[in-house]
């Protein structure tokens, strides 16, 4: 059913491209237009920030101008130098094309020439690049995706400088250069084009922008709509494990645009993957737009590129970070340079909200096109609003269909739930459903791990993922989700794995004071049924909110669950004993317990575990109804690690051993702050006495949160209802609640 | 005759002090003063600085005054209610104080008022404080120490608002709470306020500051002399192990100023406390200046006391955090209130020192006293210069004659070396004979652990040191210094370390390429002489400074050196193969070794080991000559510690087993960047191909640093005469070297 709409999409939007080759003659087209360098050079000089982007940007290339033109013979991996000087050659060549239009200075465009025919000298004779780890090895670079990049950014630079160039020029250029290279990595690497994955979204781009400056119909053609007959075997897959050959689907960009993107923009791999993502989607689809307009690619599947913009913007911390879902590199942010793009794009081509100049001015720069002349100008007359994030849920799969993740937020962005209940996320996902983490105004709290890598550094693996990236990154343990048996979800095994989701139970942000999402995954472990519901709330006698987290698990048989909390900073103290070992040894031996420290090991002496600690200058207790047969292991990263790829962060785990059914229920308060320049503690202790179930059978889950000033609040959780017209009653110690709606909060005491 | 010198000072300016009774009877007189204030009450409104400062100052009594006064019974530790209730009110009443004298309010004279005369109704009848931690128990707080802060403090609310009160008020404030006050930290409390320390400073100066209030002839006398006849047996000590009775001492506020700064305003305990040390000096000497400025307190010892706010703000990196020498706990800066008062007065003072202003307007406040509107004034007027701190050389010792600190830095703060050839800095000395710590724009690359404490934290030990400062931090092998045996300097023992310092041998900052500092240490191991030579050196054939670390070891007796580099950050590369053991286990059992994991042990696989690292972006490489059987061990801090009071930092340590001379040679690089955002690597590998020590003798070491592309600089010290007037020859593999002065650097390939 899901095939047929694709199929039907793609046949409708074949009928409006037929008539491509009436597309226009003129240069630039792509993502600068005739029309549009005509506004912005009358604009030069009026507007700060497009003129500091000009400014800044003739300097960089200014001085590669005057170090000269080097285009290596490839041999290293990415952090080496021909990778890089290669990298810097598209990167900066795109540049000087739009500084050339944009100053009409013929240096610009003879630097851009020059180069493309020392490309164009030494393409034809370049073997496959020497480095094999790559599923897809490419020509200039160690893979396909990278030689893509390279096509995309030099396409714009080529329609830069179009005009400049003679038509004998052009057809060099076109014959012993652009066609191969597009040919090269698209039917030659059939593994690599063919498929629905971040890289083939580069890979198609990359051919259809080359096709669009050479008029070219058959690469136009196979960027929409990939290779027809490309010769893969159902099943095979990449050095990631993901797929590449899937029964049925589609391939080419307008698949790809269709697939990872949920209705709500989201995009399955994750933010990281996402802001990587975006720019071939936004660019190639601005290049369609200007040259052809009446396909409203930024209106497809209901505007999703720009509400995808959007969502990307929303998955990032007070800071701007992203969020680190699945592989993710820590410290990504909306500062890069595909988010300027993202931003300035969906500014001009969406309906300019002014909450996006806040992020244009943070990032201190704008496209030199049209759109950044829109951002820049709207600057300029003091249109900008601040950019609010507020609790947000993302469902994710192509249907919208496939779990989701949600963000609950308190405040301005005080506290950030992040949680995750989405699809495996293609081969970058990790095993970790109903996993959260937890940030306080941009700083990580309880921690999401993030990837094994050193992107680009190339003294780590040529600075691709790293075999821990595997054993211990993608597993479920390294995660602050439910492990049974000291085994991942589903196995840790892709095939299985991508297969299912999580399911939303509900999600609700109706109220200030209570933002609550609630979901379950019944697949992860067959026989066992996990709900979480974590939610921000602020009860009336509370100084502060709180964050609840209520994990319900349901099982027949008997199963040993590890619970971690993957906290950041500094253990203050706690209310129950441990022993610490002499000599430190791995928790276990696969499944990422491997790479754990046992750091300490104790029993809860209390029904309420408390968990004291500092992160960044701010207070925090984690409290939970514990059993007094619990244990409580305080664990570190870093066993077995012989190239020290990993941090040694720790974690906090409630291990269950010999249950079915299950419940773990935690409060983290955040409630003080420290300052070591005045050394001032402020509220450094928690304000919970205790933190019990009232009530807890398939229908409900009842906790109550009781302070030291010996005041109570009741959380009640409908686990089977959560219609918001639903009306529940029940009956807890002798006394009737009723409510309306998914949940109940009530101050009892 | 050290001694006498003091004593003859001292006579000197008693003879100066007699006059005493004729001292002002105005108030205010202390720090604000009658003429000062009208000043400020007229300029009010024309200083943005200053009016900011009364507005947020203002804001900040409004609301206390608003909350009421709780003077609760003491009971709590630091970092409990009533620790921090009561230091709170000292605080805001001296404010309340000030902001009565500019704002002209009675309320805020009330507020005091009312304050005073609930301490004064409880203190009668209060006992010593619960708290039996402390070698001089307070009465509200567990220290004497604390309880002279509140007088301190107290005394200036005291004097502000003294006119607004009736005679009768201040008679019963004076028998029943200031003097029985003054009388209990001083008289009842020998063992705190007749020493040469941290402690009786605040003692002395607290006693000093009521008494000129009181006008009090014996508190004032008492403060700067002492008391004559303390009863106290000479070699005891304090909690801390520090000694309170030293044979034929002076004590008092004089003998304090005289003893722990040396001449060029370093402050023997380091900066840490020298920075909590300053307010009471400062604020004392302030108030003996406006009541007696014929005394010439500031011009004191060759103003002495102005020196040491220099000396102070010199010894930040380039952040403004204090460099954490000896127990000093990381992220305290300049921006601490003390360091706004120290700015301020050495600012109006001093010679209004234009570099002073930028620091108070990052400080972002001022005092609200005639020097606050002082800075406050110059800023507006715009007279501010940028601060530059250079490489700086600072003697340690009353006479200038204990060894030192010095601080090498490179351009605008890059690179600071701070090395520590000083003596044992009091109680909260640690046993770290020439070692070092390096920073790079204010981020720390090799780091000095600091204390393990975590001040005014309740929950840790009632906020005090605990144990780990003793067994680890104190420790030699926590340092970046050298251990002979697994066993610390002077054995660890204060006695031993506190009869000795190292001598420097000499600093050079007289290149901009080339910056030096050379010391030796030949009592730490008796039969062991240690002489390192640090230096930033740029040879022309490189792209950025190095750092060259010499520690060259003589002995006639066979030892093992160990000589570690706490390393921050993520282990990149080794160009030398180690095996991680299975399970981590301590390293030693005593002297800071049960608190290290080792993590993996190797041998050097060429006569230069490489080890590259990232911190914070930046990449460095350690280049070390070694010799094939030399050990290479990755440690971790963070063994035998129960209550996770140590941090899980690393280090990497070179041991060598068995020998008697050697010789350590190293080279840190500091090469490249990577952003996160844009995920770059810039020269993220070494440049050097080689580290080798060309020549060694008693008189000279020579070491060639070779680059990859074939060049070579050549480096050497002269061991023993550095004079800068020395001619020096030496032949070196055949050729003849000549230069004058201690250090030679060529371009020799």
Partial sequence: MKLNKIKATLMALMMLIIPLELQSKEHPKLILTKAGVETIRKSLGQVPLFDASVASTKQQVDIEIALGIDTPIPTDYSGGYTHERHKKNFVIAQKAGALYQILDDDKYAEYVRDMLFQYEAMYKDLPVHPKPRSYARGKLFWQCLNDSNWLLYMAQAYDSIYTFLSEEERQRLNQNLFRPFADFISIENPQFYNRIHNHSTWGNAAVGMIGLVMDDQELIDRALYGIEDDGLEVGLKDDDGGFIKVEGQKTGFLANLENPFSPDGYYTEGPYYQRYAMYPFLIFALAMDNVKPELKV????????????????????????????????????????????????????????????????????????????????????GKTQPFVKQSINLSDGAEGDEGGVAVLRYGVEDLAVVFKYAAQGLSHGHYDKLSFSLYDRGDEVIQDYGLVRFVNIGQKGGGNYLKENQSW???????????????????????????????????????????????REANAYPGTEMHRTMAIIKPENFATPLVLDIMKVTSEAKHQYDLPFYFMGQVLQTNFDYEIPSSLAPLGDSDGYQHLYLEGKGKPSSDSTQFNWLVEGKFYTLTSATNVTDELLFARVGAQDPEFNLRRDAALIFRRKDVGDSLFVSVIEPHGRYSPVSELSVNPKSNMAALKVAFDTEAYTAVVIETLDNKSSLFIVANRDPATSAKHHLKIGGKHYSWLGPYHLEVIK
């Fill in 298 to 381: 930024f209106q497809h599947k209901d505007g999703v590129l720009l509400k995808a913009v959007n969502a990307l913007l929303n998955l990032s911390d007070a800071e701007g970070n992203f969020f680190p879902l699945n592989d993710a590199q820590k410290g990504m942010s909306y500062f890069s340079a595909s988010l300027v793009t993202a931003v300035d794009i969906a500014y001009h081509y969406g309906d300019q909200n002014p909450q996006l100049l806040s992020v244009a001015e943070k990032q201190g720069q704008v496209l030199l096109d049209q759109s950044g002349l829109s951002v820049a100008v709207a600057l300029r007359d």
């Fill in 473 to 519: 990154a993608k597993q479920t343990i390294a995660h602050n989700s439910l492990t049974q048996d000291q085994t991942s979800h589903f196995k840790g095994k892709y095939e299985i794995g991508s297969q299912h989701h999580s399911e939303l139970h509900f999600f609700d942000d109706s109220r200030a004071d209570v933002q609550v999402v609630s979901a």
